[in-house]
């Protein structure tokens, strides 16, 4: 008995080891990230570049062969969508396009030393405008955390509400 057991484990190993192996690649380009962007109609072909929260460039302006721009973890790139008023206000007219923000790094806080941006219906509020919002008034909702603009960090809450 014992000897059949070890022959079914050593036949399900050897199974096991010969099974087709799955890569989960969960890695991208820029490029391609921002072409299925442009894609979709999300951001124009020559979005503005953050890179842990500081703004590089405009996608023509930048050397796409740098490391930096080619196998990034797609849990450390996110946009925000073109024609976005209020980010324009932060980073200028060349915001307009859309914006792709790149994380290389985490920001870890032992304390809660972020500071928050608002922005309802593309307009930049207080904390208290924002917390008095009727939850049943709002149609989508985008956190964009750990944003370093100028060595400050920032959490950014972008919500768009019910016109009325």
Wanted: glycine share 2%; with cysteine.
């Amino acid at each position: 008995m014992i000897k059949y057991i070890l022959y079914t484990l050593i036949i399900v190993l050897l199974i096991a080891c010969k099974a087709k192996k799955t890569n989960i690649d969960n890695s991208t380009t820029l490029l391609e990230y921002i072409e299925s962007l442009s894609t979709k109609g999300l951001v124009n072909e020559n979005p503005l570049i953050l890179l842990d929260g500081k703004p590089l460039n405009t996608l023509s302006n930048l050397d796409l062969s740098l490391p930096d721009y080619q196998e990034i973890n797609s849990n450390s790139i996110s946009y925000v969508e073109k024609e976005s008023k209020s980010f324009s206000k932060l980073f200028g007219e060349v915001a307009c396009n859309g914006i792709v923000i790149i994380r290389k790094f985490t920001y870890l806080h032992a304390a809660d030393i972020s500071q928050a941006i608002y922005i309802i219906d593309d307009k930049i509020v207080t904390e208290e405008v924002f917390r008095i919002i009727d939850p049943e008034n709002i149609l989508s909702y985008q956190l964009l955390k750990e944003i370093n603009l100028n060595e400050n960090i920032f959490d950014i809450y972008k919500v768009n509400t019910i016109k009325k």
